[in-house]
């Protein structure tokens, strides 16, 4: 199993608050994404970095800022936190060769009260 | 962006075969996946099909026709734990191994 982890697992925090996502993997893989799952939507692409200090918006990404100053770190930032951001967050990483499969995290869920 | 197309739910037996179908846009095609999720888990990779033809590990079986934008899985020897859901994510052709998730197939196996 590729070796990312991801911090806290479980979080419920109230409208307005900041909230930091920690994602840290141990392959080396250059891309890493951020992902959110809600029912109804399936997974959806929120921010995707393609190296350090190389990020780029997908397709939900209002609301969401993300940094990675180290290969294995990728952060998801709530600047203040509403309540539809409520959801399952997932992050993912990448080798970027062969195959090109993702391999995820076991998730965060997040309540915003 | 792509769209994935799959049937929301199925329900198939134990012991038994099952084929979850999925098609997607066949412009910038650039290869296909399948995952599958347990409830309140994360994905995990089943099979990855870029050229035509059937994949086969195991009991999963992978399927894509590039000219007909439709790929399925093929699950055998159906077995409780298999209840789950199925994704077919497909790859953009933009770069950066984005890709594109439908809502995924929810399968449900009865003894």
């Known amino acids: 199993d590729a070796g990312i982890t991801q911090s806290p697992r479980h979080k419920v925090t109230e409208t307005g608050t900041p909230v930091t996502l920690r994602c840290h993997q141990t392959e080396n893989h250059r891309y890493m994404y951020w992902y959110r799952q809600d029912p109804g939507h399936g997974l959806r692409l929120i921010h995707y970095?393609?190296?350090?200090?190389?990020?780029d918006k997908g397709e939900v990404s209002d609301g969401y800022s993300v940094s990675r100053s180290k290969t294995e770190d990728f952060l998801l930032t709530l600047e203040s936190a509403t309540s539809s951001q409520t959801s399952v967050y997932f992050c993912?990483?990448?080798?970027?060769?062969?195959?090109?499969?993702?391999?995820f995290g076991p998730g965060t869920r997040l309540t915003v009260l | 962006g792509q769209n994935i197309d799959q049937p929301t739910e199925m329900t198939a037996t134990e012991g038994a075969i099952v084929q979850i179908n999925c098609t997607y846009q066949?412009?910038?095609?650039?290869?296909l996946f399948w995952y599958q999720q347990h409830a309140g888990e994360a994905p995990t990779f089943l099979s990855y099909?870029?050229?035509?033809g059937l994949e086969e590990k195991g009991r999963f079986s992978s399927f894509l026709s590039r000219s007909k934008g439709y790929s399925y899985l093929l699950l055998k020897e159906l077995q409780m734990k298999d209840s789950a859901s199925y994704l077919c994510?497909?790859?953009?052709?933009?770069?950066?191994?984005?890709?594109?998730f439908g809502t995924g197939t929810k399968l449900q196996v009865i003894p």
């Open positions: 066949t412009s910038g095609f650039n290869g």
């Open positions: 970095s393609y190296g350090v200090k190389d990020t």
């Open positions: 994510p497909q790859r953009d052709s933009g770069g950066y191994q984005k890709v594109t």
């Open positions: 993912a990483i990448s080798e970027g060769v062969k195959g090109n499969e993702q391999f």
């Open positions: 099909n870029v050229l035509d």
